[in-house]
């Protein structure tokens, strides 16, 4: 069974970059035919997804995010992260890595057939 591990730091200041890194076992992120995503969840709010890294290392990342971030991975640590930067209060938030077989609807939760836990990410001051 897949498991994806979530890491990074809980707290980051306002304007810095913050990075997240998704540990995944039990399946090789190099697999075909699936998607490695990151999506996030506000305080009160619902899902957004903020991009993908496919098996075969093509990436896509949710344009209203704009070029603050980037998706990348280590295939000899089974790991794909997270970069952000000129983060604001607004990017607080829980962060979660997820795998899928299909990507039509990223924004929604039964999309994904596994999860990792979350972490929780506040950016202040």
């Known amino acids: 069974q897949v498991q994806l591990v979530e890491s990074g730091p809980g707290l980051v200041k306002p304007s810095q970059t913050l990075s997240l890194t998704c540990t995944v076992s039990g399946d090789s992120i190099t697999t075909a035919f699936y998607y490695w995503s990151w999506i996030r969840q506000p305080p009160g709010g619902g899902l957004e997804y903020l991009g993908h890294?496919?098996?075969?290392?093509?990436?896509y990342y949710n344009p209203s995010l704009g070029s603050r971030i980037s998706i990348s991975r280590d295939t000899s640590k089974n790991q794909f992260t997270l970069q952000m930067t000129s983060v604001t209060s607004q990017d607080t938030g829980v962060y979660y890595c997820?795998?899928?077989?299909?990507?039509?609807?990223?924004?929604?939760?039964?999309?994904?057939?596994?999860w990792g836990q979350g972490t929780h990410v506040t950016v202040s001051s």
């Open positions: 890294i496919f098996y075969s290392g093509n990436i």
């Open positions: 997820a795998r899928t077989g299909q990507i039509s609807s990223p924004g929604r939760s039964y999309t994904y057939d596994s």
